[in-house]
């Protein structure tokens, strides 16, 4: 059974770069059958992806955060990361790994997730 | 981007209700419609994806039904484990976005 965990500061300041670790447990990030995902949820609001790594060591990005983004793998420690560069307040949120299960054509969906890691950005 | 909107956005139930949950996309989707369960201080959970595929271990109170622009979620009789928030996503097109999720509330 897959299982992941984030880990990484909870507090970050203005400007600064956020960075957070997905560990994987059951599964391996090398496996072809499987995007590894970030996600994110301000407090009290909705959900948004912000991008995924797969097992050739690419990486795809959400939009509205690419300028500022960076998701790479470490398969020797089945690891994956998020960072995020000259983060505001806006940045606040609880931020989840999970993996990205690819179906046919489109289909896409998100399961399991890890339990979050919530980072504040503040002074 | 593809908008999903979701009605309403929160309501009130009581056990052994029926409760529908409703989302729409801002353009067709074909059947590429995920809704995912999230209790308070809680990752969200897979429920139903691709339209109407029952998660594993999900109970069968659950459906989803839809196609193209407008999808339901179904709880056929609401139980007391059921009482969270829903937010259906769209995978036809990236960016992946969700809705912005209907919280399911005791009555």
Sequence with gaps: QVQLQESGPGLVKP???L?????????????ADYY????????GKGL??????????GSYYNPSLKSRLTISGDTSKNQFSLKLISVTAADTAMYYCARLIPGDFADKWFDPWGQGSLVTVSS | D????????????????????????????????NWYQQKPGKAPKLVIYTSSTLQNGV????????????????ISSLQPEDFATYY???????????GGGTKVEIK
């Excluded at chain 1, 960075?19 to 496996?31: A, D, F, P």
């Excluded at chain 2, 659950?62 to 339901?72: E, I, M």
């Excluded at chain 2, 259906?88 to 969700?98: A, E, G, K, R």
């Design chain 1, 19 to 31: 960075s957070l670790t997905c560990t994987v447990s059951g599964g391996s990030i090398s496996s």
């Design chain 2, 59 to 74: 109970p069968s109170r659950f459906t989803g039904s839809g196609s193209g622009t407008d999808f339901a979620l179904t």
């Design chain 1, 15 to 17: 400007s600064q770069t």
């Design chain 2, 2 to 33: 593809i908008q999903m909107t979701q009605s309403p956005s929160s309501l009130s139930a009581s056990v052994g209700d029926r409760v529908t949950i409703t989302c729409r996309a801002s353009q067709s989707i074909s059947t590429y419609l």
């Design chain 2, 88 to 98: 259906c996503q769209q995978s036809y097109s990236f960016p992946l976005t969700f």
């Design chain 1, 48 to 57: 948004e992806w912000i991008g995924f790594f797969y097992h050739s060591g």
């Design chain 1, 36 to 43: 590894w995902s970030w996600i994110r949820q301000p407090p």
